[in-house]
């Protein structure tokens, strides 16, 4: 049940049949939740999720005609009140972290009890996050090596570009033609560059360049 003491309305979305048979059994077992509809397509989701504004949409990443993740701004901005929740055998971080900057509310494995994935309709219905338990720890794990490797090396891949050529001794004009950006993203790749690993001068620069081999790289 909503706050209003209305029924949880449901979209399932999956390619495969024999799922969504099985998530609509589950479902209509349980009080105050109703399946609405199922969808087998990204767009058939969209349709459905357009027409319907259900409270909750549950989606597949995998999509024959695209990656659900990918759907879920579209949903967002067709139904803003409904609330999304991922359901898939997708275990990996990578795919958690771009639900949830997608705008996903809830993800769970299709490994996961059936107890969890209720529990995931009705928290994220109730304006709540879920994230299956056997996740948790994983995601927390690669957050932590992702903080760790910005630590240590917090450029990224055209800063480093940029870091080679100047320490190679080329001008911002030169770098801006050989990377075909205009010398003022050269000229701003080089200040974010200066900052981020505290270095007052070129010297320095050609310095760190030589320790972290970035110069004799570019020479073999």
């Given at each position: 049940?909503?706050?209003?003491?209305?029924?949880?309305r449901?979209?399932?979305?999956?390619?495969?049949?024999?799922?969504?048979a099985g998530?609509?059994?589950l479902?209509?077992?349980?009080?105050?939740?109703?399946p609405?509809?199922?969808?087998?397509t990204?767009?058939?989701?969209?349709?459905?999720?357009?027409?319907l504004?259900?409270?909750?949409?549950?989606?597949?990443?995998?999509?024959?005609?695209g990656?659900?993740?990918?759907?879920?701004?579209?949903?967002l901005?067709?139904?803003?009140?409904?609330?999304?929740?991922?359901?898939?055998?997708?275990?990996?971080?990578?795919?958690?972290?771009?639900?949830?900057?997608?705008?996903?509310?809830?993800?769970?494995?299709?490994?996961?009890?059936?107890?969890?994935?209720?529990?995931?309709?009705?928290?994220?219905a109730?304006?709540?996050?879920?994230?299956?338990?056997?996740?948790?720890?994983?995601?927390?794990?690669?957050?932590?090596?992702q903080r760790?490797?910005?630590?240590?090396?917090?450029?990224?891949p055209?800063?480093?570009?940029?870091?080679?050529?100047l320490?190679?001794?080329?001008t911002?004009?030169?770098?801006?033609?050989?990377?075909?950006?205009?010398?003022?993203?050269?000229?701003?790749?080089?200040?974010?560059?200066?900052?981020?690993?505290?270095?007052?001068?070129?010297?320095?620069?050609?310095?760190?360049?030589?320790?972290?081999?970035l110069?004799?790289t570019?020479?073999?």
């Amino acid at each position: 049940m909503d706050s209003n003491g209305h029924p949880l309305r449901v979209v399932l979305a999956d390619d495969h049949a024999v799922v969504r048979a099985g998530l609509r059994l589950l479902l209509e077992r349980e009080d105050g939740i109703v399946p609405l509809a199922e969808a087998s397509t990204a767009e058939e989701t969209v349709d459905c999720v357009t027409r319907l504004r259900p409270d909750v949409a549950l989606i597949d990443v995998t999509m024959p005609d695209g990656n659900g993740i990918d759907v879920i701004p579209r949903l967002l901005a067709s139904s803003p009140e409904t609330k999304v929740v991922v359901l898939t055998m997708h275990d990996d971080p990578w795919y958690v972290h771009h639900a949830f900057e997608a705008g996903a509310r809830g993800y769970v494995v299709k490994e996961a009890a059936d107890a969890e994935l209720v529990a995931a309709i009705r928290d994220v219905a109730a304006g709540e996050t879920y994230l299956s338990p056997t996740l948790g720890a994983r995601v927390v794990a690669d957050e932590r090596r992702q903080r760790a490797e910005a630590e240590a090396d917090p450029l990224s891949p055209r800063e480093h570009e940029v870091l080679r050529l100047l320490a190679l001794g080329h001008t911002n004009q030169e770098i801006a033609q050989q990377l075909s950006i205009s010398v003022r993203t050269a000229e701003t790749h080089r200040a974010h560059i200066m900052r981020k690993l505290s270095l007052g001068s070129r010297a320095e620069l050609v310095r760190y360049a030589l320790e972290r081999g970035l110069l004799s790289t570019a020479a073999a």
